[in-house]
């Protein structure tokens, strides 16, 4: 059964940093471009960087870029996002999927950017 497990979130101060994790097990994500998504709360989910199944990073979204920076494993079938110089608006739910979401989603990671 296909599973995807984030962690790595927490309770961090502005300018702080933090590294995500996305264990996957019973699929072959190693086959898939995969993405980091996060949603706020009240708020939709959006996508923040997609990785392409050899690893190259594809997408950054523009609020993140030059802060984050997102990669993979294979052979771990695991995905980070690491997160630098985090800001208040960061705060948020944030999930791993396929680029397309097809694969069933976790209960995500909650990070939280407060003084």
């Known amino acids: 059964q296909a599973q995807l497990v984030e962690s790595g979130g927490g309770l961090v101060q502005p300018g702080g940093s933090l590294r995500l994790s996305c264990a996957s097990s019973?699929?072959?994500?190693?086959?898939?471009?995969m993405a980091w998504y996060r949603q706020a709360p009240g708020k939709q989910r959006d996508l923040v960087a997609i990785?392409?199944?050899?690893?190259?990073?594809?997408y950054i979204d523009s609020s993140v870029k030059g802060r984050f920076t997102i990669s993979r494993d294979n052979a771990k079938k695991t995905v980070y996002l690491q997160m630098n110089g985090l800001k208040p608006e960061d705060t948020a739910v944030y999930y791993c999927?396929?680029?397309?979401?097809?694969?069933?989603w976790g209960q995500g990671t909650q990070v939280t950017v407060s003084a």
């Open positions: 999927n396929s680029v397309v979401g097809d694969i069933p």
């Open positions: 019973g699929i072959f994500a190693e086959n898939r471009d």
């Open positions: 990785i392409t199944t050899g690893g190259r990073p594809n």
